[in-house]
C-alpha cells in the first residue's frame, strides 16, 4: 500500500492556459474523490467515481473543470483557460466505498499567474 | 442550505491537558461524521468516524462524541503534545445520493510545551 499518489505536487500556469493533474489511488479502491482546498477552508467537494463510472459531476466549479478516470485506476482533473481564482490546493482521495474512511494525496498546489 | 461550523480560530492548550474540539451543522442530517487531521501543505489524515447510531467513539487518545438531537460533535484529544499541534477538520456525508463529504473550515490547534 503505497498510498494515494498525486503529480505534479506544485504547478505554475499563466492565465488562460490548461492544466491536468494526475491521481493514482490505493489499488483496491474503487471509488475515487476531487476536492479543491483554498487558503483557511477546509476541502471542497468537486466530483467522485466508482470504478471508472462518474457518479456525481454537479458540483464541479465550472464547465472549464472536467475529470476522467477511464480504466477505473488512474484519475486526471483538468482545468481549462485557468484564471486566478483557480489557484488552490487540489485534493484527491480514494476508499473501498461509500461511508468509510477515505485516503487523501498530498494534494497538488496550483497557482495561476 | 447545509452549514458546518467549526471555531477555525487557533485553540491553544498546555501540553498534557485535554484538548476539545467542536463542530456544529445545521440543516442536515448526516448519517456519519468523520474527524481528520491536517498538517500544512499536506492531504488530510482520517482520524475517526462515527455513526449517527453512536454516541462516542475512541482510539488511543482520541474521543469522539456525536449528538444528533444537539446536532454537534465533540473531538477530545486526552494527555495532549506538541506533536499533536495541526489543523482538525470536520466532515459529513454529503447526502443527496452523493458519496463525499463536506468539510467544515477546521480548528488550528496549538499544543504549548
Known amino acids: 500500500d503505497t498510498g494515494v499518489s498525486q503529480d505534479p505536487r506544485h504547478k505554475i500556469t499563466k492565465r488562460g492556459q490548461n492544466v491536468t493533474f494526475r491521481c493514482d489511488p490505493i489499488?483496491?479502491?474503487?471509488?475515487l474523490y476531487w476536492y479543491r482546498q483554498t487558503l483557511g477552508q477546509g476541502p471542497e467537494f468537486l466530483t467522485y467515481f466508482q470504478n471508472e463510472a462518474q457518479l456525481e459531476k454537479s458540483r464541479l466549479l465550472s464547465d472549464r473543470f472536467s475529470a476522467e478516470r477511464p480504466k477505473g485506476s488512474f484519475s486526471t482533473l483538468e482545468i481549462q483557460r485557468t484564471e486566478q481564482g483557480d489557484s488552490a490546493m487540489y485534493l484527491c482521495?480514494?476508499?473501498f466505498g461509500p461511508g468509510v474512511k477515505a485516503f487523501f494525496g498530498q494534494g497538488t498546489r496550483l497557482t495561476v499567474v | 442550505s447545509q452549514k458546518i461550523e467549526q471555531n477555525s480560530e487557533a485553540l491553544n492548550i498546555q501540553e498534557g491537558k485535554t484538548a476539545t474540539l467542536t463542530c456544529n451543522y445545521t440543516n442536515y442530517s448526516p448519517a456519519y461524521l468523520q474527524w481528520y487531521r491536517q498538517d500544512p501543505g499536506r492531504g488530510p489524515v482520517f482520524l475517526l468516524l462515527i455513526r449517527e447510531n453512536e454516541k462516542e467513539k475512541r482510539k488511543e487518545r482520541l474521543k469522539v462524541t456525536f449528538d444528533t438531537t444537539l446536532k454537534q460533535s465533540l473531538f477530545h484529544i486526552t494527555a495532549s503534545q506538541p506533536a499533536d499541534s495541526a489543523t482538525y477538520l470536520c466532515a459529513l456525508a454529503l447526502g443527496g445520493g452523493a458519496d463525499g463529504l463536506t468539510f467544515g473550515k477546521g480548528t488550528h490547534l496549538i499544543i504549548q510545551p
Open positions: 482521495a480514494s476508499s
Open positions: 489499488s483496491e479502491h474503487n471509488r
